[in-house]
């Protein structure tokens, strides 16, 4: 059987492959090298192989038969105060239920990446950055990047079952857990009560199952930081942006000791930065 994988030339350069995949928005460089291995990535007619490094401009690379443009995208990362009723989702940025209709028009025609996903019925700060491995690694568990979030529940929460989050319980198969959880904003007519809570790894709906399966039911969830990055000063639907030295603090942010958090955690007024 003839081979038909691109061959690459003694004394070539260029640009590796999956970094010319990554740069131009697709994915990750990660999900680029498992796209490669999975045969989906051809160049100038080629199967493409790992390692091989292609020349923006000349060489013709497509992933699952389309054509990758060889323009790479400029690196942009934005904080944004997302509203309820949106997906983190990118299967349509187009749509205008999806963070993605938060963008500036101008960076419309870039492809984002949302990395630190809230669900639908949740709101506040989110990351949307066109850096595919900067979104990989802000949300790869091993990153253990601290998001803090303001949590209203239906109904008074005793003091006592706060190291309960903190150790956390196996439900429907899932190990759900929080690094830290303090009570804040006691409402006087008895009705509920207001949480600051923080974890770094963040399985979907995560902090909704876990106060479901302790009895508790969550009015209202919003994040109001993630690592050094604050919600403070954005209001709600708006973006800023990010300098490069904001970007590497996200995954430098001091923890809070058990014992200072409960005072220094937010009221709600403090965490209400619409």
Same mark, same amino acid.
């Given at each position: 059987?003839?081979?038909?994988?691109?061959?690459?030339?003694?004394?070539?350069?260029?640009?590796?492959?999956?970094?010319?995949?990554?740069?131009?928005?697709?994915?990750?460089?990660?999900? !680029?090298?498992?796209?490669? =291995?999975?045969? /989906?990535?051809?160049? $100038?007619?080629?199967?493409?192989?790992?390692?091989?490094? +292609?020349?923006?401009?000349?060489?013709? +690379?497509?992933?699952?038969?389309?054509? @990758?443009?060889?323009?790479?995208?400029?690196?942009?990362?934005?904080?944004?105060?997302?509203?309820?009723?949106? @997906?983190?989702?990118? /299967?349509?940025?187009?749509?205008?239920?999806? @963070?993605?209709?938060?963008?500036?028009?101008? %960076?419309?025609?870039?492809?984002?990446?949302?990395?630190?996903?809230?669900?639908?019925?949740?709101?506040?700060?989110?990351?949307?950055?066109?850096?595919?491995?900067?979104?990989?690694?802000?949300?790869?568990?091993?990153? #253990?990047?601290?998001?803090? %979030?303001? @949590?209203?529940?239906?109904?008074?929460?005793? =003091?006592?079952?706060?190291?309960?989050?903190?150790?956390?319980?196996?439900? #429907?198969? /899932?190990?759900?857990?929080? #690094?830290?959880? !303090?009570?804040? $904003?006691?409402?006087?007519?008895?009705?509920? *009560?207001?949480?600051? +809570?923080?974890? *770094?790894?963040?399985?979907?709906? #995560?902090?909704?199952?876990?106060?479901?399966?302790?009895?508790?039911?969550?009015?209202?969830?919003?994040? %109001?930081?993630?690592?050094?990055?604050?919600?403070?000063?954005?209001?709600?639907?708006? =973006?800023?942006?990010?300098?490069?030295?904001?970007?590497?603090?996200?995954?430098?942010?001091?923890?809070?000791? $058990?014992?200072?958090?409960? =005072?220094?955690?937010?009221?709600?007024?403090?965490? $209400?930065?619409?």
């Amino acid at each position: 059987m003839r081979d038909t994988s691109f061959q690459q030339k003694p004394g070539d350069d260029g640009v590796r492959l999956q970094k010319f995949i990554a740069d131009a928005g697709i994915c990750s460089r990660r999900a !680029a090298e498992a796209l490669i =291995a999975q045969g /989906e990535v051809w160049v $100038n007619g080629a199967r493409a192989t790992i390692g091989l490094k +292609v020349s923006p401009g000349s060489d013709k +690379v497509t992933v699952g038969g389309k054509i @990758v443009r060889t323009l790479p995208q400029p690196r942009i990362t934005l904080a944004v105060n997302k509203p309820r009723g949106l @997906v983190c989702s990118n /299967e349509d940025p187009h749509n205008p239920d999806t @963070v993605f209709a938060l963008l500036p028009r101008e %960076y419309s025609r870039f492809r984002f990446f949302c990395a630190g996903r809230l669900d639908k019925d949740s709101e506040g700060l989110i990351i949307l950055t066109t850096d595919g491995d900067l979104a990989h690694r802000l949300m790869h568990p091993s990153s #253990e990047v601290v998001k803090r %979030y303001f @949590v209203s529940v239906k109904q008074p929460f005793p =003091a006592s079952r706060l190291p309960r989050l903190v150790k956390g319980l196996t439900f #429907e198969g /899932e190990r759900l857990k929080v #690094e830290r959880a !303090a009570l804040v $904003n006691p409402r006087p007519d008895g009705t509920g *009560h207001d949480l600051d +809570v923080h974890m *770094h790894h963040g399985k979907k709906r #995560e902090i909704r199952l876990l106060f479901s399966a302790l009895g508790f039911v969550v009015q209202r969830l919003r994040r %109001y930081q993630i690592g050094a990055v604050r919600l403070k000063g954005i209001p709600l639907r708006g =973006a800023r942006h990010l300098a490069s030295k904001e970007i590497e603090q996200l995954f430098r942010s001091p923890r809070t000791p $058990n014992a200072e958090l409960q =005072a220094t955690a937010p009221t709600e007024s403090s965490t $209400n930065e619409d």
